[in-house]
């Protein structure tokens, strides 16, 4: 795990190099690429990086209801319902 001092001078270096993903691993000795693309598409997105690594929920407590309603309402058919509400799997549903 990294601190936000580190992620932020990860991707500000980044972008100051053109966006240069390897050069940028390079010069600092990490992250991994997966995870300085990542740390790039949130500050990006959101002007900043958060404070931690936690993760934002798939779905909202809405949409949860709403497939839990059409799973109850269409003759409790998890097939039917992933496919209704593009829901990503089976198992997620039925957790």
Excluded at 65 to 73: C, G, N, P, T, W
């Amino acid at each position: 795990m990294y601190s936000y001092e580190d992620r932020l001078r990860a991707v500000r270096l980044c972008i100051k190099l053109g966006k240069r993903i390897g050069l940028t691993i390079r010069q600092l000795g990490y992250p991994t690429k997966n995870a300085l693309k990542s740390w790039y598409r949130e500050y990006e997105q959101q002007e900043d990086l958060s404070d931690s690594y936690a993760r934002l929920p798939r779905y909202s407590e809405m949409q949860k209801a709403q497939a839990i309603d059409h799973y109850l309402a269409n003759g409790r058919c998890i097939a039917a319902t992933v496919a209704s509400l593009g829901y990503p799997s089976r198992s997620f549903l039925s957790a």
